[in-house]
């Protein structure tokens, strides 16, 4: 099992990136609250990481957290819960807003991201909720809060915003809904949060 990389991110374009350590490329999936908190392109990044092995692949998935990464392995165990959804529900709130939805019942929040419908936000309420009393207090934060990223420029940050948001799981209507008027947000990274906010404040 590999647990964690240390290496240099040498590309990014959500939502995956490639981590070189030791001259070998580790090409990772990531949410977009762990890719909002990594530095620039060239410069040393450490990730823990999940290793799912199937039939026809094995896929690495970074967290920039060991909290998020937790919270992404719980969240597989619930039935009907994949990795592809658990980084859509990472990508569109941090841990501490999650464990609020569940505490509090919080449904109507839950079934803003995407694949949630309210059937699944109801599994997710009850099997979850037993998990969390081991978190509280722990002060979980965003990753990255306060940090200054410096991501390469892109030649079309909106349209790679956008190609990360339609592989979350959001339709290309409601994508592009998404994100009118950002596109002076600047970097792919920074469109995609300002997107995600909007979406959840909705």
């Known amino acids: 099992m590999i647990g964690r990389l240390r290496g240099t991110l040498v590309d990014k374009q959500p939502p995956w990136l490639m981590v070189d350590v ?8 990531a949410s977009m609250t762990t890719l909002v908190a990594l530095p620039g392109l060239g410069e ?37 819960v994949g990795p ?6 990472l990508s569109g709130m941090d841990e501490d807003a999650f464990i ?12 803003r991201l995407p694949g949630v419908g309210k059937k699944t936000a109801e599994r997710l309420i009850v099997e979850m909720r037993d998990r969390f009393p081991h978190w509280e207090g722990e002060g979980v934060t965003l ?13 079309d940050p909106l ?8 592989s979350l799981g959001y339709k290309p209507a ?8 950002l596109e002076e947000e600047g970097s792919t990274e920074a469109i995609i949060k300002a997107a995600l906010a909007r979406r959840m404040a909705s």
Do not use: W
């Open 44 to 80: 040393e990044v450490s990730l823990h990481t999940h290793l799912t092995v199937r039939d026809d692949a094995h896929l690495l998935y970074g967290f920039a957290r060991e909290q998020e990464r937790a919270l992404f392995r719980a969240l597989i165990k619930v039935n009907g």
């Open 22 to 29: 030791a001259g070998v490329g580790y090409e990772l999936e």
């Open 174 to 181: 409601e994508a592009a809904r998404m994100l009118g008027g």
């Open 100 to 111: 609020r939805c569940v505490m509090d019942d919080d449904v109507k929040s839950l079934t």
């Open 143 to 155: 990753p990255g809060e306060g940090q200054s990223a410096a991501p390469a420029a892109r030649e």
């Open 84 to 89: 592809k959804l658990a980084l859509a529900i």
């Open 159 to 166: 349209a790679e915003a956008e190609a990360a948001l339609v």
